[in-house]
Structure formats: structure tokens, C-alpha cells
């Protein structure tokens, strides 16, 4: 374990050195303040609204740094010429994967941290206001959900040549569960065998992303808490994803050579 945090605090140092997070952090602020400033007619539905854009812009952010950041760590080390040093060390390449996996992970839960309470003053400003534990929920089971897109890039950046080719896929296929994949099952309805079949196959077999997007709703309209009981399994589901894919990435690793 200690070789583990080692590699994750690297990650750590790595990504507090980079530019990319005071970027989307600087204009996800200045968005949510433009949204934030905007009063149209008084109505709770529209500021409603424009809450939800304002979560979607976390959303997107943090997919961004999530993505990035777990699709470059191996290309890097491989670049940089530092694989074979790291692995030369007692430093087993099952360490190196999990140690990458868990440093970006941390990165995107203080990433989060960063939005929501960004987020959360923002509304308390204009409402008076803080439902902390809508906003534990909905950040606690987001982070879930970013440790299974940072496993399947770090799968990604073993399996695809170029970090580039490796983020684009996975943001095609972030994108494609989060918009369609609550669909998939009533599509299925109206197709014929095989399709039917397959389409099914599809819905049960890929990570439900869009349960925690969904939380964003219930966040910004102030509806009431999801059962914990729900969030403790939704949690648990995700985090079956993730060692899946960390399985995978890790298996991968082992067959492939680093020169």
C-alpha cells in the first residue's frame, strides 16, 4: 500500500502543477455567475433552470478532468522515458496501475469539493439556504461515478495508441450514457430479434452513469433526499464498474510490453 500512495501523491503534485483544473474552474465560476445573475420574470422555475446549467457545467468540467487526466498518466511515463525506472524499483505493475487509479480519483473528489461548494454558496446567496445533505448525495455518488470513467481510461491509455484517440472514445462513450442510456430499454421494445437482444444486452451490461446525473434535479429543484439505502447500492454498483475496469487495466498491463 505504501508504494500505492507514493504513485497517487505524484498524481497529486503532478495535477496541482498543471493548468487545466484553474481553467475550467475559472470558467465554470464565471458561467455560474453569469447564470447566477440572471433574474428572468421571478420565477423559481426558471432560476431552477439555470441552477441545472450550472450543474451540468460541473458536470462536464470535472468529465474533462477526470478523462484527461487518467488517459495520460501511462502514455506520459512512457514518453518521459520513466516506466522502466518506476517498474525497476519494488514497484509491481498492479501497484503502478492502482497508484495512478487512486491519485486521479482523489484529484476528481477534490475537484468536486472545490464545485459543489462553489455551487452551494452560490445558491445559498440567492436562497438562504444550504441543503447540505442533497449536496453530500449528489457529490458523494458523482465522485462514485468519476472513479469508473477514470478506470476505463486508465483501461483506455493500455488498450488505444494516443491519449487523444483514447479521450475522444471515452467522452463518446460518457456522453452516449448519459444521454441515451436511460433510453435503451424502451428502444429495445420497439425492435425485433436479434436486435432486441442485443440493444438489451447493451442496457444491463454498461455502467449506469446517468443514476447520479439524475441527482442534479433533485439538487437543484429541492426535492427530497434519495434513501440512503439506494445511495449506499448505487455506490456499491459503481464501485463493482470500477474494479472491473481496474481488473481489466491491471491484466492488461501485465501482458503488455512497457518498451
Not at 183 to 204: C, G, K, N, S, W
Amino acid at each position: 500500500m505504501r508504494n500505492i500512495f507514493a504513485i497517487a501523491k505524484v498524481v497529486l503534485i503532478e495535477m496541482y502543477r498543471r493548468k487545466e483544473f484553474y481553467v475550467l474552474f475559472i470558467l465554470t465560476i464565471i458561467i455560474c455567475l453569469i447564470m447566477g445573475s440572471v433574474n428572468i420574470l421571478n420565477e423559481d422555475k426558471i432560476v431552477g433552470y439555470l441552477k441545472e446549467l450550472c450543474m451540468l457545467m460541473i458536470w462536464v468540467s470535472s468529465l474533462i478532468i477526470a478523462i484527461t487526466t487518467a488517459a495520460r498518466q501511462i502514455p506520459a511515463e512512457r514518453e518521459q522515458r520513466t516506466l522502466l525506472p518506476l517498474l525497476a524499483k519494488p514497484l509491481s505493475r498492479t501497484e503502478l496501475i492502482c497508484g495512478k487509479f487512486f491519485g486521479c480519483w482523489i484529484v476528481c473528489g477534490l475537484t468536486l469539493i472545490c464545485f459543489y461548494g462553489f455551487y452551494g454558496a452560490l445558491a445559498a446567496s440567492r436562497e438562504h439556504q444550504w441543503p447540505l445533505l442533497n449536496y453530500f448525495q449528489a457529490a458523494f455518488l458523482h465522485w462514485m461515478a468519476l472513479g469508473v470513467v477514470v478506470a476505463l481510461s486508465l483501461l483506455g491509455s493500455l488498450v488505444f495508441a494516443a491519449p487523444s484517440s483514447n479521450s475522444t472514445i471515452c467522452f463518446a462513450i460518457c456522453a452516449a450514457i448519459l444521454c441515451v442510456g436511460r433510453y435503451l430499454d424502451q428502444f429495445a421494445l420497439a425492435l425485433h430479434e436479434p436486435a432486441r437482444t442485443i440493444v438489451y444486452t447493451i442496457y444491463f451490461a454498461m455502467p449506469h452513469l446517468e443514476w447520479p446525473f439524475e441527482l442534479r434535479t433533485r439538487t437543484t429543484f429541492d426535492w427530497p433526499l434519495v434513501p440512503w439505502g439506494v445511495v449506499v447500492l448505487t455506490a456499491l454498483y459503481l464501485m463493482a464498474y470500477m474494479g472491473f475496469f481496474l481488473a481489466a487495466a491491471c491484466l492488461v498491463f501485465r501482458r503488455k510490453p512497457v518498451n
